[in-house]
């Protein structure tokens, strides 16, 4: 059986699941040799491939478990809300969609965690499903990533939290993951930031629904 984090991530799963394009577009909208704190909690997904694009990065986790998937990057096993390194990091990166969690307070010791550690003139490059994600959002069945075949079913949406169910399935062997998430408008999406010094910068180009904010000087 697969381990499980406290937070409910398959170990197995992140051991298999391929990155879906992140570091080439992380890549391509911040400076070469750029160093990077990567908060993604994504095993080596990310952050290995950023490595191998020139990118010297730190990946984050409270789960040993997870971080002994990251082969390239250094790592630091820490929860979030104690997270204290003494360097100050020109990216701070949040792939995944940890910025919609339904728990505010989730989201706010992320924020939290990003505006202590990204460097003055830095930037914190984060995911996050916009509301027009959650007006089109549909369960399917048979998706791919990579080798993986995938399902997700909406269980629930009352207009504001989003109740998934995710299967992932490769050579016989089954991964679940639910989820849910909270709609956040741009307006609630700044105020988040605000509240914890940051500023919404821009969208980055490309898509993938990615933005950047910078630190608000004290």
Known sequence: ???????GRPVDLFAVLPHSGEPAFVHANIEPGAAILDLSRAGGRVADP??????????????AAMLALVHDAATVESGLATLQLDERFPVVLVVGTQINAADTAVRTVLLDACR?????????????????????AASFTGGRIGPLESDFDVESFDGTLLRGHSTYRLDGAQWELRSTVRR???????AALAAAGL??????RGGRQFFSAVAVPE
């Open 50 to 63: 950023l490595v191998a694009l020139g990118h010297p990065v730190t990946a984050v986790d409270d789960s």
């Open 184 to 190: 956040l408008g741009r307006a609630d999406l700044h």
């Open 116 to 136: 202590r550690h990204v460097a003055p003139d830095g930037q914190v490059i984060m995911q996050w499903l916009p509301p027009s994600w959650f007006d089109r």
């Open 1 to 7: 059986m697969s381990t499980i984090t406290t937070d």
């Open 199 to 204: 500023r919404f910068a821009r969208h980055l």
